[in-house]
């Protein structure tokens, strides 16, 4: 396992370089890192919740530390980052007027951060959400208007959606009941962090639900991308389902396991990086229609099996690969 976390730092330096800290205990090097992008932050977060004041007291103080200014406080999204929520951090930010939003939340609250910075920042263009559906729709306004997004700093609390590391936006339509997206370059956090052990004290059914999550952004990657991105999508999925799999067993035995963590946090990293090299199918769309019925990691892992299945023929040493994993 040792062999697979050093080869998961590995590729995960390989994808971020310096602008992504990870691994246990480095929540304190919070403020170094929103310093690097600006000094005025906003600051959104599980407020409401009880077990957020250690953390959000350890953030503020490495926050102030740095010399970066907390302009305001904002609760974070709700599930699935409803419409409304996203409205809500994103009159937090035209008020507060902060140069940073500092996100310490788990994906949905990541993914609406992005879409209220969005239209913090292109709002005058279009001032509702839907325009902003689909792809590289947010770049095209920045380059037709010389702007950019407002950048934010994320840090994950849970393992599984990598929203802090990627291009995409999953936000809910409550009425419909209908996940939409925006997927866009310029949505990318410029910096990130997930402190892994801040996953520790996770119920079981979202570090479950965060693992299959994981699982299927590296398989479905992997048995979608061209034969050209296929080594390393590989290499990615490999390593990943390897650390998921370990990681998951052992903390459904002991969910203070530091060593599970880190190797969960890693995977699902990992997961991460495989949806900026190719793109997922069938089990993530579709799961998209049941979020009033079951959590995303749920609804994925459900689907997965019926569609590996359905690709095999076309697939099979990629499957075989994966295959040897389990």
Same mark, same amino acid.
């Given at each position: 396992?040792?062999e697979?976390?050093?080869?998961?730092?590995?590729?995960?330096?390989?994808?971020k370089?310096?602008?992504?800290?990870?691994?246990?205990?480095?929540?304190?090097?919070?403020?170094e890192?929103?310093?690097q992008v600006?000094n005025?932050?906003?600051?959104?977060?599980?407020?409401?919740?009880?077990?957020?004041?250690?953390?959000w007291e350890?953030?503020?103080?490495?926050?102030?530390?740095?010399?970066?200014?907390?302009?305001g406080?904002?609760?974070g999204?709700?599930?699935?980052?409803p419409?409304?929520d996203?409205?809500?951090?994103?009159?937090?930010?035209l008020?507060k007027?902060?140069d940073?939003v500092?996100v310490?939340?788990?994906g949905?609250?990541? !993914?609406?951060?992005?879409?209220a $910075?969005?239209? #913090?920042?292109?709002?005058?263009?279009?001032p +509702?959400?839907?325009?902003?559906? %689909?792809?590289g729709k947010?770049?095209?306004?920045?380059?037709?208007?010389?702007?950019?997004?407002?950048?934010?700093?994320?840090c994950m609390?849970?393992?599984?959606s990598s929203?802090h590391?990627?291009?995409?936006?999953?936000?809910?339509?409550?009425?419909?009941?209908?996940?939409?997206l925006?997927?866009?370059?310029?949505?990318?956090?410029?910096?990130?962090?997930?402190?892994?052990?801040?996953?520790?004290?996770?119920?079981?059914s979202?570090?479950?639900?965060?693992?299959?999550?994981g699982?299927?952004?590296?398989?479905?990657?992997?048995?979608?991308?061209?034969?050209?991105q296929?080594?390393?999508?590989?290499e990615?999925?490999?390593?990943?389902? !390897?650390?998921?799999?370990s990681? $998951?067993?052992? #903390?459904?035995?002991?969910?203070?396991d530091? +060593?599970?963590?880190?190797?969960? %946090?890693?995977?699902?990293?990992?997961?991460?990086?495989a949806?900026?090299?190719?793109?997922?199918?069938?089990?993530?769309?579709?799961?998209?229609?049941?979020?009033?019925?079951?959590?995303?990691?749920?609804?994925?892992?459900?689907l997965?099996p019926?569609?590996?299945?359905f690709?095999?023929?076309?697939?099979?040493?990629?499957?075989?690969r994966?295959?040897?994993?389990?």
């Open positions: 396992m040792t697979s976390r050093q080869k998961a730092e590995a590729l995960l330096h390989q994808f370089e310096n602008r992504y800290l990870f691994g246990p205990g480095v929540l304190g090097q919070l403020g890192l929103v310093a600006g005025k932050a906003l600051l959104v977060g599980r407020f409401e919740s009880a077990w957020f004041g250690v953390i350890q953030a503020t103080t490495s926050l102030k530390a740095a010399g970066v200014e907390i302009v406080e904002c609760q999204a709700a599930p699935n980052a419409y409304e996203v409205y809500r951090i994103q009159s937090h930010i008020h007027k902060p940073v500092v310490i939340d788990s949905s609250g990541i !993914d609406a951060a992005k879409a $910075v969005t239209l #913090a920042s292109l709002g005058d263009l279009q +509702e959400v839907g325009p902003w559906f %689909g792809v947010v770049t095209s306004a920045c380059e037709r208007m010389g702007r950019r997004i407002l950048p934010m700093v994320p609390l849970a393992a599984g929203a590391l990627t291009k995409y936006s999953n936000i809910t339509d409550i009425t419909h009941n209908q996940k939409k925006i997927i866009d370059e310029a949505i990318v956090p410029p910096r990130a962090m997930f402190d892994y052990s801040l996953t520790a004290t996770a119920p079981l979202l570090t479950l639900d965060g693992a299959f999550d699982l299927a952004h590296c398989c479905e990657v992997f048995f979608g991308v061209p034969e050209e296929k080594e390393l999508a590989g990615i999925c490999e390593t990943a389902l !390897d650390l998921i799999i990681g $998951v067993r052992k #903390a459904t035995q002991n969910p203070q530091i +060593e599970a963590r880190h190797d969960l %946090g890693l995977g699902a990293d990992l997961g991460g990086y949806i900026m090299v190719g793109g997922t199918s069938g089990p993530h769309l579709n799961s998209f229609s049941l979020v009033d019925v079951m959590a995303h990691g749920r609804a994925c892992a459900l997965e019926y569609y590996t299945v690709f095999a023929p076309a697939v099979e040493d990629r499957v075989r994966v295959g040897q994993v389990y």
